[in-house]
């Protein structure tokens, strides 16, 4: 059988139609990553044993007449920072590469009630800290529309995976960028809910004020199905809402999509934003405007000051949240004299420079003497970034940027650099400061490297530009 | 804001308890250099009088009851851990 070209609905339709069993799919699917991801290195581990397990469960339960619900059968790919039990859960770092994950992530619980398949963990940049996928102990990525570019990042594994269709759909996280940055480097759709509408228990904490867990999909159509799904509170997270999306999600209709008003924000329009990128932001607008959809440029003044907010934050609950990585509990150990000594050796050999670079500048910025003038100043910042977005969407609905400044760059052009590297992520920092959601989805009729526009909504209104997203692709149907 | 200097370096891997290779340091300190050097542009930034966004969320805590709970298997917590003895978390001595 042919896996090209598969979606959640076309997979749906086939095992209800009995055209193909879960089990006949799942394997075809590993076949072909054993032939595809030799070049691409999507994967650090397959779970093909336990994904077979799964499928047979499926295809009892169609035998049985229960389901398949819609996810039923559909194999995944999932970010090697959230646990699956039993499985290597190493968020790509020596620190983790013996340890084994002693319960299910939410989402994954979840994910498994609606029978989905999970074919195996991606890679990624280490603890999720990086925009190629460079920062991986254990592999580079490459991008699968010019394997010399790489992949984005940090989730960069579970976009090629996706892009190479090695995958249906595949879980990431997003804590500047993690999810629409790679997406739009490999075009694929890439969506980070709100703030709160994904349980993020089980999955390795980066940033906790910015991290959200999202879908990558080859269609806006089966990103809104997977959010339906993920969503939801959850007692294991005390940060989730009890959010319920309503029949908007799955079915937008044109009526309601023409009323909603776009905003296009002039500070995004910069220096350093490649021309073609902006020529194809231009080009989606018109398609915009075609569906009926108002137009109007805004401002959101406290953009410049995003990256720099970002990155004090950031590192600041990195530095907290990777304490916990010292040796004792997790994985491996290495032997010393003492307990102080024991902390260091570990950390030493386990955590690559960019860890350690967050680490300290978080460390820093937190220390006595400092904490004013640079953390505490950032929150204020933040507020003045989410005010920005605030303000807006008194007067529009929805709010259209690009997502990268150019598209997928050289490997090995960024990775000493660690600035350059950072700004790679301006068009996504705001928008996790501020805790809305956004979509990247792939620019149509471009014939280079993939271009995505992003899509950035209010609270917990996906409805909003994952509708907007789904009338876009059907210009193109 | 401030400067970095390799005497500030060491004490903040002190405390975040990571060593740093001695041959690594000098590109630590450049990068850390060019990177506060972007934070200048906050100073330019009159942030007086707004309330600092101190989480992700506006969601107000809820505090549940303090309610005593017996786990007397630790599971498979302890099957991960790195040393373990009788169930519990084996770790070198603090005190000597």
Redesign the interface.
Known sequence: MDIKGLTIKKIHHGLVKKEFSSKELTSEFFDFIKKEDGKINAFLSLAENRAMKQSELVDKNIADGKGPGILGGIPMAIKDNILI?GLHCTAASKILKD?????NATVINKLNDAGAIFLGKTNMDEFAMGSSTENSAFKITHNPHDLERVPGGSSGGSAAAVASEMAIAALGSDTGGSIRQPAALCGTVGLKPT??AVSRYGVMAMA???DQIGPFTKNVEDAALLLKTLSGQDIMD??S?PVKFGDDLLNPKIEDIKKLKVGIPEEYFVEGLDKNVADKINEVVKDLEKLGIKTKKISLP?T??A???Y??IMPAEV?ANL?RF????????EK?D???D????N??LG?G?ES??R???G??VL?S??YD??Y?????????I?QDFDEAFKDVDVILTPVTPTPAFKIGEKADD??AM?LSDIFTIPV??A?VPAVSIPVKNNKGLPIGFQLIGKHFREADILGIGQFYEKLYN | ??E?NDK??KH??E???????PK?EAK?LL??K??LG??E???N?D?SG????????S?K??AREDEFNEIKDQ???V?????AKDGY?K????F?
């Open positions: 039990e340890y084994k994950a002693s319960y703030y709160g906790s004020s910015l005390a940060t809402a406290h410049k000051y990256l720099s907010c990155y004090i530095s304490s010292d040796g004792i509990r997790y994985g491996h150990r010393a003492n307990l102080i024991l902390y260091k050796k950390r030493e955590f420079p350690k670079r680490i300290l500048l460390t820093f220390s003497g400092y003038a640079y505490g100043r950032a929150q204020k910042v933040r507020a003045l989410k660690p600035l950072y996790n400061l805790g | 804001m401030a970095i500030i370096l903040l891997a405390l975040a308890r990571i060593e740093i290779d690594n630590f990068d850390f060019s990177i972007h934070f542009e906050l100073s930034l942030t707004v309330t600092p966004m101190t989480g992700g969320t969601l805590n809820v599971g498979k917590g099957e991960a851990f790195p040393e978390l770790v070198p001595p603090v000597e």
